[in-house]
């Protein structure tokens, strides 16, 4: 099987902030992830990338937010882009008066 692209799309939220989404299914696991895809969401604003979820080879799956990475647990690429929608949502509320 060669790598299928799933998803690439660019959301425009505003004049200043878009989301951009890619999702490949790939014959082999990643490493450092135990699942057949790999991804990159990404959320910017103002030029700067301030929400991503990603899984870099060696890194394994994980998400960034406001400069920090945490671990990520993938489960399917619906929820993935569930909890990147949720992420924005809270970045965009935490970040309102900014």
Same mark, same amino acid.
Request: hydrophobic share 40%; proline share 3%.
């Given at each position: 099987?060669?790598?299928?692209?799933? *998803?690439?799309?660019?959301?425009?939220?505003?004049?200043?902030?878009?989301?951009?989404?890619?999702?490949?299914?790939?014959?082999?696991? *990643?490493?450092?992830?135990?699942?057949?895809?790999?991804?990159?969401?990404?959320? *910017?604003? &103002?030029?700067?990338?301030?929400?991503?979820?990603?899984n870099?080879?060696?890194?394994?799956?994980?998400?960034?937010?406001?400069?920090?990475?945490?671990?990520?647990?993938?489960?399917?690429?619906?929820k993935?882009?569930? &909890?990147?929608?949720? &992420?924005?949502?809270?970045?965009?509320?935490?970040?309102? &008066?900014?």
């Amino acid at each position: 099987m060669k790598a299928v692209e799933l *998803v690439r799309t660019r959301v425009i939220y505003s004049e200043t902030a878009f989301a951009e989404l890619v999702l490949w299914q790939v014959p082999n696991p *990643v490493a450092g992830s135990a699942h057949a895809f790999k991804y990159r969401l990404a959320y *910017v604003v &103002d030029g700067v990338c301030v929400v991503r979820f990603d899984n870099e080879a060696g890194k394994g799956d994980h998400r960034h937010h406001d400069g920090r990475q945490s671990a990520y647990k993938f489960s399917t690429p619906e929820k993935l882009i569930a &909890d990147f929608e949720r &992420d924005i949502a809270r970045w965009n509320h935490e970040n309102r &008066d900014a």
